[in-house]
């Protein structure tokens, strides 16, 4: 009986050695301004700016690759093999939200930033559904109707008045929403 060897054919635009290289160190270098943000112990709002723009970018090649995946096994198939490697190096790339997540959970958590969140179970999940709420209608969580009575939180965000705030989520709660 002869051995037959099982080999799969390569394709080099998904398994070669060049684009899996890239990948990888695209990876291990993304760990760099982390662990260069953690160094001094605080995260200032410029690099929690840098490691989103990072992050969102290597989200976006993440998901190019998923697409670009997907096209090529409806049009010329794609081995089982070569779908693994995409799905690893897509996993790869996500890392990169999961450090965005962990250095601005460093960064609200710090004394003397503004919307300090405390480093409580609690206090995370009730800002995480805040934000949740800020996004569903599309205004900061303190301008919900039950939030007006705190000025003092109206008062530290960005370039806002207690009025406009006010009169915008009166607007929202008659329906007259922008």
Known sequence: M???LCTIPG???IAGFGVRIAIYIQNLLCFLPAFWALFDGKVSQGE???AETQATTNLVLAFAILISSIVQAQTLGLTNYHASIVLNMSWMNNTNAFIYFLLYIQHKSQAGVRGRVAPTWRAW???LRDLAVSIVHRG???SRPTDLG???ELGQMKGADVTSIRSGAERTQSGEAE
């Open 2 to 4: 002869s051995a037959r």
């Open 11 to 13: 394709n080099p635009d």
């Open 48 to 50: 929690l700016d840098a």
């Open 125 to 127: 999940v009730q800002h």
């Open 140 to 142: 900061p969580p303190s």
């Open 150 to 152: 705190s000025n003092t």
